[in-house]
T-cell receptor, first 115, second 114 residues
Framework: GAGVSQSPRYKVAKRGQDVALRCDPISGHVSLFWYQQALGQGPEFLTYFQNEAQLDKSGLPSDRFFAERPEGSVSTLKIQRTQQEDSAVYLC?????????????FGPGTRLTVL | AQSVTQLGSHVSVSEGALVLLRCNYSSSVPPYLFWYVQYPNQGLQLLLKYTSAATLVKGINGFEAEFKKSETSFHLTKPSAHMSDAAEYFCAVSDLNRDDKIIFGKGTRLHILP
């Protein structure tokens, strides 16, 4: 079935490199979320889009993190000048809309390792 | 602010035994509560959810959880553990009045002993 897909699944970066992580939500889903899951921890909220509008970016850990969803579908999470503490699994989730309860469907994640 | 506390980062039970994973929440508004399961190298899968209807919620794979407001708890149970239940389990809370973001606990890894 057509679930949430993320690419790449694994990314190794040298410290200081820029990376871009892609999320393809379920078609027609209005809401899109990014979470960061460090090793041995639960996922932590990074940012949220409703269509192309970024309504909440309170979870982004620094100004090196930037997310966009220009056409209200695919989203990209960009991390500039990566640091070792950025190593984590980055999860994307989408939901039908934001009115009332709508289940968030999660992608498999991108595992980022910064050397 | 909302938060979730999962008691025990690792829980081991014998196959066929009762599974009990503990979760306590903190929320200033009526919460929506969830349990997610994560198998190795896979994404999060929703097991069950509480959205202010019945306090006893039944989910997939024989799991259920009971919302107890007086105890601020949402413990996950399964009467008889199966080897395939070995995974990481996350309790989570959401405030639908504020953009649906989910606040996760740190997770409990469930080990099933043969």
């Amino acid at each position: 079935g057509a679930g949430v897909s993320q690419s790449p699944r694994y990314k190794v970066a040298k410290r200081g490199q820029d990376v871009a992580l892609r999320c393809d939500p379920i078609s027609g889903h209005v809401s899109l979320f990014w979470y960061q899951q460090a090793l041995g921890q639960g996922p932590e909220f990074l940012t949220y889009f409703q269509n192309e509008a970024q309504l909440d970016k309170s979870g982004l850990p620094s100004d090196r993190f930037f997310a966009e969803r220009p056409e209200g579908s695919v989203s990209t999470l960009k991390i500039q000048r990566t640091q070792q503490e950025d190593s984590a699994v980055y999860l994307c989730a989408s939901s039908l809309d934001s009115s009332g309860y709508n289940e968030q469907f999660f992608g498999p994640g991108t595992r980022l390792t910064v050397l | 602010a909302q938060s979730v506390t999962q008691l025990g980062s690792h829980v081991s039970v014998s196959e066929g035994a009762l599974v009990l994973l503990r979760c306590n929440y903190s929320s200033s508004v009526p919460p929506y509560l969830f349990w997610y399961v994560q198998y190795p190298n896979q994404g999060l899968q929703l097991l069950l959810k509480y959205t202010s209807a019945a306090t006893l919620v039944k989910g997939i794979n024989g799991f259920e959880a009971e919302f107890k407001k007086s105890e601020t708890s949402f413990h996950l149970t399964k009467p008889s553990a199966h080897m395939s239940d070995a995974a990481e389990y996350f309790c989570a809370v959401s405030d639908l009045n504020r953009d649906d973001k989910i606040i996760f606990g740190k997770g409990t890894r469930l080990h099933i002993l043969p």
